[in-house]
């Protein structure tokens, strides 16, 4: 089985910084893409910034330039930066991972979410 603990989340103020950190661990034999999504109260999942394995990234437009997305591959983690926060930022933040456990299909993955909420 292949887990992903997401941690980092928290409450921070407008214009503050926050840093998501996601470990996948289990019997991997290889991690392709991974990446993070948010789900705000009332609104569906939505993409936020994604990585291939080999570095290319991908961000929604309401986080570009605002955003970092990063992976450890030696690590087996994914990272996300997160700078100049604000209440639209608020939601529960997902970590995703597309993997190939040993011996078993491809799928991806999903972490339990941890909370970022943005507030004065």
């Given at each position: 089985?292949v887990?992903?603990?997401?941690?980092?989340?928290?409450?921070?103020?407008?214009?503050?910084?926050?840093r998501?950190?996601?470990?996948?661990?289990?019997?991997?034999?290889?991690?392709?893409?991974?990446?993070w999504?948010?789900q705000?109260?009332?609104?569906?999942?939505?993409?936020?910034?994604?990585?291939?394995?080999?570095?290319?990234?991908?961000?929604a437009?309401?986080?570009?330039?605002?955003?970092?997305?990063?992976?450890?591959?030696?690590?087996?983690?994914?990272?996300?930066?997160?700078?100049?926060?604000?209440?639209?930022?608020?939601?529960?933040?997902?970590?995703?991972a597309y993997?190939?456990?040993?011996?078993?299909?491809?799928?991806?993955y999903w972490?339990?979410?941890?909370?970022?909420?943005v507030?004065?």
């Open positions: 089985q887990q992903l603990v997401e941690s980092g989340g928290g409450l921070v103020q407008p214009g503050g910084s926050l998501l950190s996601c470990a996948a661990s289990g019997r991997i034999f290889v991690i392709y893409t991974m990446g999504y948010r705000a109260p009332g609104k569906q999942r939505e993409l936020v910034a994604a990585i291939t394995s080999g570095g290319v990234t991908n961000y437009d309401s986080v570009k330039g605002r955003f970092t997305i990063s992976r450890d591959n030696a690590k087996n983690s994914v990272y996300l930066q997160m700078n100049s926060l604000n209440p639209e930022d608020t939601a529960v933040y997902y970590c995703n993997v190939r456990p040993t011996g078993r299909e491809l799928r991806d972490g339990q979410g941890t909370q970022v909420s507030s004065s």
